[in-house]
């Protein structure tokens, strides 16, 4: 190997080495925070009647303390966040509503629970290395919700007389 190789090949190192000192900076950084879900178990549950919401109350703390000013995303594995992103208030909350989906019959919306997940898209320094929670909403089916079998025909709400 010649002088001019070895040179190449430690700065390629160092480089290598320089990114993944990087990223597990980051991964010990992102496991300093953690999500508190502020509703009980015994409440996170909604019918899914495609009209019910739930209203949830998420904090984030960094070593026991709120923190403040954080982006934080969320998805739903099934129904729909009217918002994807919030940002902590002063406490470290975020509140948000989940609305399920509407239960037709088990072939065109099965009853399944959901999962919500959260992101926090502010922790991360260099890379994208966030903490995340995810837990889960309990969908009951409605006693007013019969399997649907022309589920095409379905209205939510009621329609003018004109029509």
Known sequence: ?????????????????????????????SRQY???????EEKRMT???GKSALRI?????????????????????????PASRCV?????????YYYPYLYVNDKVTPLEDVTITMQDESNSKVFMISARSSFTVRILKSDETQD????????????????
Do not use: P
């Not at 109350?57 to 966040?81: C, P, Q």
């Open 1 to 29: 190997m010649t002088k001019k190789h070895i040179i190449q090949i430690s700065v390629l190192g160092a480089v290598l080495l320089l990114i993944a000192a990087c990223a597990i900076f980051d991964f010990a950084v």
């Open 34 to 40: 953690a999500f508190e879900v502020l509703l009980s």
């Open 47 to 49: 019918v899914a009647d």
């Open 57 to 81: 109350k998420v904090r984030l703390t960094k070593g026991g303390k709120a923190v403040e000013g954080h982006n934080i995303y969320l998805f739903a594995s099934n129904g729909s966040l």
């Open 88 to 96: 902590t208030d002063e406490e470290g909350c975020i509140s948000f």
């Open 148 to 163: 649907i079998d022309d589920w095409q025909s379905i209205t939510l709400g009621e329609r003018n007389e004109e029509e």
